[in-house]
């Protein structure tokens, strides 16, 4: 951590600043400038509040020279992590598609595109049965059915299965849930992180709509942190000036985060565009990205759907991806 | 609701979709031009869902011409809603003014706080005693113990209190609080939106960092649609690429809330800009163009705040602010 | 073009208004709902101002229907459009890589940069000779000079070359340049675009750093309906909140702009991100995200660069992109 | 400037680097942590590049320390600067108000706006002869004949005149003009900026729609480095996410501007929102926010503009916006 101090702070009480700080067991090394004193602080500096310094007199500003995030850094833990559930695995390696419609909508819907999506190659089944919408008027899922529905499709078809928890306070009907979703709303959730860094199942943390890679990796720092290694990152675009896709996809944060953490990284082409004619083409990106995963809206009949129609594909579009995916795996030397 | 089709689209799927469409209710006026034909409906639209028409092989894409919000929309409810808690009134006329600091430390440090926020002429008193913090590492309030000395602070100086809820799972301590506090990263958390349309307390919600306008209307849709009118917008500066200011203020919001809307409207400068020097300044403009209210960060030592120092003002400077306040109330016609 | 008329909006007004516009020879398609009025307008309605139908005091909003933009769209033009410069060519199953180093240095470094690009399979040569750079205090190019061995290196190798315009009065020494660009900032210098609709060279636009798809494909208008139809678009990231990468490649805008327009789009991956060691990864999401070609920032020596030393490769490194570029193109049926 | 190691740098390659910073003569403080080694230059580092010095394999990062503006630097030249131009004067206690329409269109509408702009108090006339337009289809002005109908308002009225420049290659028609305005478009035409550093007028420089502070003051470095210390700076609005206004107005930028700078800061209402009934609020938060005058749309008739009608007011609502400016400058202590 480096404090810049202002043009002429009285000499007193930067003296007197040096030796709170140095009573904070940190090791302080000052350099002066003709135009600018400043001094750099060593040794363990997570004690240290860098918003209570810029807010004293003599500091002009206060540049944190290492990452904020620790368990989630790869400079303190190389290698990569794998996440597993079920038999699906994500990271390290093997590359995971988790597939299936935006929501649960009725038995015969889940079922069969469970079926689909499993004889396609998908490796996790997805479906919303908590629906976070803009507008109250809007379907907002079928909430504990919807994750009955969700557990019969994985009795069928033996696909862990991937939902979204909007609230802890349903927390107990995710019990037999393989994957826990966390959407890009709750990604600054704190409450909802901190619970979930004591339970023990794999957490997919999505992007949040304005959210930096930094971010990002320190909400995974508080799960990790809690004590539950099994995160996932999900980017799924970002909130940007261009209103020609529903979101812009950050398709540099992929090979950023895996350069920065040790954590898997997957990427969800269908929020990102929101159009389904982008889908099979940002799945590719994703591949040759370096990304450890893709999680892609399916429905039978886009048109019908309930929530987010315009942005999933069909089945045999799906087809399509995960035939281009199989072949790019290959050349970056991934398991599909 | 317009609908706009695709060039060529085939006669036959158009004509099912005006059929399956007039059966739900709407009226619709069909317009065919040289290179575009499109169709308006009419009547209420409110159950047509956009995405799925858009997800319609024949349709290009669908421009929605009515606002998705009823019930806090000014057009169908033109006189401006008052809020009220305790002796606080915030909006119709009235300026209310919240201040006090950013966390809740200690029972002197509230108390005294509040007693100098009330002579100065503060209407409210805030303070943080559960607090979303971006790293797991940083302080995170005193939680119900917080709550307990805002209400001790309540007791002496008889300043309605205004604080955070992060998660529901904290309401029933809420019971006494006055107003409660949805933060920004929680302006779409849909389930706590729906739970405190259920509630009769005042709550004011804080636009997201990269909420549009619109989406915030839509926020306070949820709330007033479950139930609770009494519901105060407030702005606090918005996620852009500038990195000089914490956030970018968007002063527009004011004037363009109000006319949209007739909920109160008030403004954040502490976060808006994340800089001491700037909040009074910020103060100014915010009357002028027209807020209910202000909410300020102010700490008795900012340099030792727990939180967000470098964005508290001292109390002398807060007593210039009401003072600026008050002369820019009595040009705006506002009673302080 | 759909025209919302104001509630309450007077009748006498309005029928002034449909007068008046259809003695501007458009039809007009009438339809009143409960809440909403509105007119559709139909045929030729280029003439028709929309900011001007905006401020009337009838008219609440105006919504455009179709494209703003008719020589580059793809409706009207639905063939791919080729960019030829000597033997390289862009678009049209063509994939073309430009490369060379960021600024043209000294004859030695830009021939022997140009001998290497040919080899590793380079179609084109690039080299800054007049450099816009935030700061008057850094390096701005050798301008004429840097024309100079430009031509040199042209000379000695036969790659095309593409030069950066960064003012009209430097035209006169283009015209032995092959493709002349115009920078990221002067995407909406309208004189310069004007200007070059007359001239008969291709032309490589950048998209501005905060410029829509649709600003861009209009600033390709510019110079189209001038009479220049050879225009390559070039996606080389926006601005955004993300500060980790310099810029945030829109990697969506690639397929998207290639739906809605026929001319040829390439990415630089060197600006999109900042950073060397994303190039290789991002030149090959170019690639399957449908690009017609790449232009790389190569510098034998980065360190030692002029000019944006922290985002050029090496030549070893471009070796290896050009080598994942020809895999890539032949999955996608591009010919290299 | 402060330079951060990578971790296991290698010692020797280290060395080199601290040689090779001294003999450019800048002083080393070197700083060794236990994750973290880094060292500060001090003394003249304006010749240090620290983009070259980022790509270096052995750097990490390089943070800046100081501004990379002199002149414009308010540590340099503490004392506000005044802009003058005829009889209006902008800047150090003087409030200036620039007022006319987006076009010029006839003499008659110039002329008589003219007339009544300064009735209403206005001290500079605005015009655009030529007009930056995103459609190569809509009006661009009248050019050279826009500027002779300005000189003739001038005439009449005595009014200083401020109109755009939009090539270097009509500077030539600018001679008599007084303030030369550079577009938003242009603010990083660095070939511009240079050139207008050679002028002897003052020149009003717009921040650019996705431009940051700090790069407004780097390119009004351009024009005061070229010898033109006459710059008065525009705050118009920048890019963000939210489409409800055109442009988002920063309005922290006025007082943070003012704090970094000692040049004059003005405020554009009329582009900052692109809304009229807007105009009127945000010129008040503009004089509240301190700053040094207002450059405002105003047309007879402006739903007949041939540009920008949708956020030119009348001059009867100026008048208002006069009055208000007025009440509000005594205030803040700046003479009208």
Known sequence: MIVILKQNAPKQKVDDLLEQLKSQGVGIHFSEGT??????????VSKIDQEALEA??????VKRVSEPYKLVNRKFHPADTAVKAGDGVIGDGMFGVIAGPCSVETP??????????KTAGAKFLRGGAFKPRTSPYAFRGLKAEGIELLLEAKKETGLPIVTELTSL???DLFNEVDVIQVGARNMQNFEMLSE????????LLKRGL??????????????????????????????????????????SAIPLLKQKSHLPVIVDPSHASGIASLVPILAKTAVVAGADGLMVEVHPNPPAALCD???????DIFDNVMENVRTLCKLEGKTL
Chains 1, 2, 3, 4 share one sequence.
Do not use: W
Not at 108 to 117: D, F, L
Not at 196 to 203: E, F, R, S, T, V
């Open 35 to 44: 135009h600018t004193t400043l001094f750099g602080l060593v040794g363990d």
């Open 56 to 61: 004293l007199d003599v500091v002009e500003t």
């Open 108 to 117: 015969e819907q889940i079922i069969s595109v469970a079926k689909r999506m």
């Open 169 to 171: 306070r349903y927390l």
């Open 196 to 203: 979930l860094g004591h339970c023990d199942k794999p957490i």
């Open 210 to 251: 304005s959210s930096t890679m930094e971010e990002l990796l320190m909400s995974a720092e508080y799960i990790v942190s809690g004590g539950n290694p099994n995160v996932i990152l999900c980017e799924r675009g970002i909130r940007t000036f261009e209103t020609a896709t529903r979101n812009t996809l950050d398709i």
């Open 309 to 315: 129609g315009a942005q999933s594909i069909t089945p």
